[in-house]
């Protein structure tokens, strides 16, 4: 397996892995995957990643979107990970998150955040082997399909990026 930088070139399968995910009703409050130029404008530029078979076919894809304009904000996003149906359980979303934790740090985030649905226990756990936290529970934060739904609040601190990236951001604001 492969992992590299996600491009326009893998979102046809990237989208593909992306609805099967949301057709599952356990992964997203959204429900169409959408185009490229769309998607591209919600995530921040780095930290997009792809993983690939030897042959390039796409197996999953990992990101990060802002969670706020405001600068002392700055080091925190939300991540976004889908691995396709005949990928799971076989690793690859384990090192795909943990090379966007890498790469998060790399580019000064210090803090990654996830709202997972309570039901999705496979995400909860990938999450928390990688060093994510349970932060709290969003009850009926929103709804989908006209069903309210909870989430789970996890986080997870880098211990490399650290208090003067904070201090850094909250004096810039």
Known sequence: MLIQPLTEAHWTAGQAIYQAGMDTGNATFTTQAPAWADWDTGHLKHSRLVALKDDGQVLAWAALSPVSGRC?????????IYVADEARGQGVGRRLLSALIQESEQNGIWTLQAGIFRENTPSLRLHE?????????????????????????????????????ALAASQSE
């Open 72 to 80: 002392v904000y700055g080091g925190v996003a939300e991540v976004s």
């Open 129 to 165: 082997s990688v060093g994510f936290r349970t932060v709290g529970y969003r009850e009926r934060i929103g709804q989908l399909h006209g069903v309210w739904r909870d989430t789970v609040l996890l986080e997870r601190r880098s211990p490399v990026v650290g208090a003067a990236a």
